[in-house]
């Protein structure tokens, strides 16, 4: 009986459960019915009204002005390129506008992640435009591969988010590494020319990040190709956000060393040369990475950020035609020049996946991935004027080096031939 | 290090306690008589630096004496706040989730207030007096510092002689030791209350626009100030404002000197490490410990 039973109420159910799935199946396809449609008539027609672009950056929080600036930095480029009439598609036989999709982490690293798989899951769209700062980079980088969405960022420049094997993900920053050994490179010429001893004896304090990691790993790298140039006698990091760095500077101070290298982002900076100077502290030369020519630091150390040196990714006084074009578009569109990288790299990430989108000639995110490997942005605004993706994703464009000069000014003072002041290799007293 | 470094680590660190002491006392007279945990004390020491920044760049008259002005507007901005909303929160013995969650979310309100009206950028007050110093031997103070201190003194004096000599000292200081006892002696809690949060509120604002001559900010300025305050408060005995100073200065020194035992990457680490040591060992705070010391004696 109870067997019976059992095949009875089974045998009645089956139908139903075959009912309830088509009604859910065809309930489902109803609901879905505009939206798929829509879907279907895009493709059928073969093309969106729009290249959808994913962005995702911190506008606000700790992060908050660089990521603004990035931003900045992306809606020109689109609005060049829209002006134009936007990207060639060859497969839809027209030129397409951008179109962004916008998300403001909050520099939070959870959020940042959110955002990420939310614009690659449910806008549509057919790359992703993020992150400021390694540390959030360093978040958004999982994602891509993830969801197969080609990523590039504008500001994440720490080489270990590019050396995990991922296939979907861009970025425009050359790797800190190379800033460190450039740095170094650049006071080993000094030493070449005689503008400093042989010997000098060199204190690093360095943020606690893989960006201040990888800045230290490009000095040593330097130092050991180049025994007896320079010394290192202080090697210390500190956790960023820091409010008081008094007793790491006096430890400093007790190294004895000749020049000071740090690498620290904008507020750090600032508080710690506040203190540096405060303390009475003197170096031949002085460098906090790639800091030292931002406006609000300037405006926050006075002539205590004179002879700062900075090896940088980008300055609007490059020499070439497109900067010159860029910074006068960013006036006129913004009623200020831009005064740091920023908003140069977000705009080259703009135009290298315009063109990867033109070479691919489709909207496939495969075949826009593949081309982005592929392709060379050969007005690029950036050192070299190249922009090019190794093979691991990440670009490799030389560093400039800078020197904060009094009066607001700033010289090029490595390499040689970019040079447009002499630099000073101890720091007036 | 030779001594010279040690000391010039000790002048730190005893530079930095002002400040952390100016900082906390806003948060402990809060607390005191209220029983409420200020989690928007973040939010307005950021609204006391921008005070600082807009006076700066109105009147023609040094920063730090603008700064000072902070403390009798940032009153009256702790009244209104209580009584637009504070004293709603209903009376309790110890911090309730309704006063947590009101004070969290003014706290970000208030900083999205600061990011409508100032933006992300990074913000700083620059004088001559910014970077000047004096030597004393082999020992560097920067000046600045000094001047922030002597003002976080005085005003630490000024609450001293107010809790002692007046009548809204009395009430503030029988409320915080015993509330019920106060009200059976005819204290008005409800004026009290509101004048303490105004109080709390004026050396919080006081606090960051103080703190705005030594640091640059942006609207999520006071953040790791505050988890400090809330640290040296702890410390302090929660209610004690003489303990309130002798856990900044415990905390300043421990942070300056583990630099020479400790990396510096884990300074931040140190205060947190601390607080759980105090909460498990000294649940009391200082204040606890000079009771029972009393009490032997």
């Not at chain 1, 926050?300 to 300055?315: C, Q, R, S, T, V």
């Amino acid at each position: 009986m109870k067997d019976t039973g059992i095949r009875a109420h089974g045998g009645s159910h089956r139908p139903a459960a075959r009912t309830t799935i088509a009604c859910i199946v065809v309930g489902s396809l109803a609901l879905l019915g505009p939206w798929g449609s829509g879907i279907a008539a895009a493709q059928s027609a073969g093309c969106p009204d729009a290249i959808r672009v994913g962005m995702v950056f911190p506008m606000t929080g700790r992060e908050g002005r660089p990521g603004t600036y990035q931003v900045e930095g992306i809606r020109l480029a689109m609005e060049l390129i829209n002006a134009k009439g936007g990207v060639y598609v060859k497969e839809c036989g027209k030129r397409l506008p951008f179109k962004e999709i916008l998300y403001d982490d909050q520099s939070d690293q959870g959020r940042t992640v959110q955002l990420v798989e939310r614009t690659m899951s449910s806008d549509n769209v057919v790359a992703v435009i993020g992150a400021y700062s390694s540390s959030l980079g360093q978040a958004q980088s999982v994602v891509p591969d993830r969801y197969q969405v080609p990523w590039i960022s504008p500001g994440a420049g720490a080489s270990p988010i590019y050396n995990q094997g991922r296939k979907w993900i861009f970025g425009v920053l050359a790797p800190v590494e190379l800033l460190g050994y450039t740095t170094m490179k650049f006071l080993g010429s000094l030493v070449d020319q005689g503008k400093l001893e042989k010997g000098l004896k060199i204190a690093i304090v360095v943020e606690n990040t893989d960006h201040g990691k990888e800045y230290v790993e490009g000095v040593n790298r330097w130092v050991k190709e180049n025994p007896g140039a320079f010394k290192v006698v202080y090697n210390e990091s500190f956790q960023m956000g820091g409010t008081d760095f008094s007793g790491i500077l006096q430890r400093m101070k007790a190294a004895n060393a000749d020049i000071f290298l740090s690498d620290a982002h904008l507020q750090d900076y600032i508080t710690m040369h506040r203190q540096y100077t405060q303390m009475g502290l003197r170096h031949r030369m002085v460098s906090y990475g790639a800091r030292g020519t931002e406006e609000p630091a300037r405006k926050a150390l006075g002539p205590a950020a004179d002879y700062i040196f900075a090896g940088i990714w980008w300055h609007k006084d490059l020499p070439y035609p497109q900067v010159k074009a860029f910074v006068q578009e960013h006036k006129k569109k913004y009623q200020r020049e831009p005064d740091s990288y920023y908003p140069s790299t977000a705009y080259d990430a703009v135009r290298i996946l315009a063109a990867a989108i033109e070479s691919a000639g489709s909207l496939d995110r495969t075949s826009i991935r593949n081309a982005l490997h592929k392709v060379r942005l050969t007005d690029s605004l950036l050192p070299g004027q190249t922009l090019q993706f190794q093979e691991n994703g990440q670009a490799m464009t030389p560093f400039v080096i800078v020197q904060n000069k009094p009066g607001d000014k700033v010289d090029f003072v490595y390499p040689e031939d970019s040079r447009t002041g002499e630099v000073v290799t101890r720091i007036p007293r | 290090m030779g001594l010279d470094d040690l000391l010039n680590l000790f002048v730190a660190a005893i530079l930095l306690a002002g400040i952390y002491t100016a900082m906390s006392i806003g948060m402990t007279v809060i607390y005191g008589v209220m029983k409420m945990v200020n989690l928007a004390h973040a939010g307005f020491m950021m609204l006391g630096a921008y005070f600082a920044l807009e006076m700066s760049q109105r009147l023609p008259i040094d920063p730090l004496i603008t700064s000072v002005l902070a403390a009798p507007v940032f009153f009256l901005l702790g009244i209104a706040t209580h009584r637009g909303m504070v004293r709603f929160v209903p009376v309790a013995d110890e911090p309730t989730l309704p006063s947590l969650l009101l004070l969290f979310g003014l706290w970000l309100v208030l900083q999205n207030f600061g990011y409508a009206v100032w933006g992300a950028d990074d913000r700083s007050i620059f004088t001559p007096l910014t970077m000047a110093t004096f030597r004393f031997g082999g020992i560097v103070v920067p000046v600045i510092r000094l001047i922030v201190f002597g003002i976080a003194l005085l005003s630490l004096v000024a609450l001293h002689l107010s809790l002692q000599h007046t009548w809204f000292g009395r009430s503030v200081r029988a409320l915080t030791q015993n509330r019920e006892a106060g009200q059976l002696a005819g204290i008005d809690t409800g004026r009290t209350a509101m004048l303490a949060f105004g109080l709390g509120i004026a050396f919080t604002g006081l606090a960051g626009a103080l703190l705005a001559n030594l640091y640059s900010f942006t609207p999520d300025f006071g953040g790791s100030f505050m988890l400090r305050s809330f640290v040296i408060t702890v410390l302090g005995g929660l209610e004690s404002f003489s303990g309130v100073a002798i856990g900044a200065v415990i905390v300043a020194l421990i942070e300056t000197f583990s630099i020479l035992v400790v990396p510096a990457n884990y300074q931040h680490a140190i205060s947190f490490i601390l607080l759980v040591v105090v909460l498990l060992v000294l649940p009391g705070g200082i204040e606890g410990l000079l009771q029972r010391w009393r009490r032997l004696r």
